[in-house]
């Protein structure tokens, strides 16, 4: 990470407070989730021999992130606006792909799987979320899609700016 991004930038993600406090405290994987990221983004535009053997490597190290941790879920849409055309649908299947599978071994019963649903995916743990009720915004109302509708559109329009820059 330090010599692609500079020993500033390892610095401020590895030795964040935040990252520390809530990896300690919380006994959480989040910065085992992010170190996956950020080698599938190295890995994503830097293999020379073979144009096509980067961003696979790279969407199965964002599939074993989500499998961990799966606070990169937008990850693979982010590459699949830098792909090329014909690797796109791949690097969207990947990821999500490798995500199910990790779950399989526990899918025995429609009540687990419920469970996996409510709890995994949808966050139906029983509190809000921080972003609801950090903005007061009601669980089941046109204010709540738009507030995410808003934080997508932002993330895939920055996606589309950047995509036409060259990578280091």
Known sequence: VGRHWGWACAAVVFLNPISIVISGYHHQFDNLAVLMLLVAAKYFDHDAHDARRG?????????????????????SPWFALRARRGLRLVVLAIPPMIFVASFLPWATSRSTITNIVDHVLLHRGGRPGVLRSILDVPQNGVAFWMVYGVWLGALGLGGIITRALPSR
């Open 55 to 75: 961003p696979l490597v790279a969407s199965a190290v964002v599939g074993l992130s989500l499998a961990t941790k799966h606070i990169g879920f937008l990850m």
